[in-house]
Antibody
Framework: QVQLQESGPGLVKPSETLSLTCSVS????????WSWLRQPPGKGLEWIAY???????NYNPSLKSRVTMSLDTSKNEFSLRLRSVTAADTAVYYC?????????WGQGIMVIVSS | DIQLTQSPSFLSASVGDRVTMTCRAS??????LAWYQQKPGRAPKLLIY???TLQSGVPSRFSGSGSGTEFTLTISSLQPEDFATYYC?????????FGQGTRLEIK
């Protein structure tokens, strides 16, 4: 069974760039789509971006100007970069496998934006 | 953008109860809808997709129905482990928006 694990800094300063990586084990990244989602404390879920193993990406229009997603098939992992962060970007960030739905999720990583 | 509105926002029920919650879409989405369960501090878990297809391993007491703009998630006999927050998600367009959630609490 595929497993996903997020990694990255838990604290980012305002105006800087948030960078996260999702490592995929138990299956190849060379199929399916892969997503990043987030959940601010006490709030609901928001899809951020997805990438296909072919390299095709798509972004939430509300975040598109600040987001880049990429994948590294040699390492079986994919990444998220979110630029110019503010306190509103404080959230638990999840990586997930995306079919039509999201059927496999990482455990999530809490990222706090604060100076 | 497709908006999803879940009702009620909070639901109080007892073990053994049958409960139903609703998700309404701002436009018709056929059966392109999924339901997730989330417990505190945990990632969401997929329960149902295509409005009514049970994900592998999910107990049969969970069921989904609906099409177009109105969808329901039903739990036929609540178990202690079912107390959680439930989210719907549209699968109709690429933005994959979620509803705001229904929190199911123990009465």
């Amino acid at each position: 069974q595929v497993q996903l694990q997020e990694s990255g800094p838990g604290l980012v300063k305002p105006s800087e760039t948030l960078s996260l990586t999702c490592s995929v084990s138990g299956g190849s990244i060379n199929s399916y789509y892969w997503s990043w989602l987030r959940q601010p404390p006490g709030k609901g879920l928001e899809w951020i971006a997805y990438v296909h193993y072919s390299g095709n990406t798509n972004y939430n229009p509300s975040l598109k100007s600040r987001v880049t997603m990429s994948l590294d098939t040699s390492k079986n992992e994919f990444s998220l970069r979110l630029r110019s962060v503010t306190a509103a970007d404080t959230a638990v960030y999840y990586c997930a496998r995306r079919r039509d739905y999201h059927d496999e999720w990482g455990q999530g990583i809490m990222v706090i934006v604060s100076s | 953008d497709i908006q999803l509105t879940q009702s009620p926002s909070f639901l109080s029920a007892s073990v053994g109860d049958r409960v139903t919650m609703t998700c309404r879409a701002s436009q018709a989405i056929s059966t392109f809808l999924a339901w997730y369960q989330q417990k505190p501090g945990r990632a969401p878990k997929l329960l149902i997709y295509a409005a009514s297809t049970l994900q592998s391993g999910v107990p049969s007491r969970f069921s989904g129905s609906g099409s177009g703009t109105e969808f329901t998630l039903t739990i036929s006999s609540l178990q202690p482990e079912d107390f959680a927050t439930y989210y719907c998600q549209q699968l109709y367009n690429y933005t994959r928006t979620f509803g705001q959630g229904t929190r199911l609490e123990i009465k």
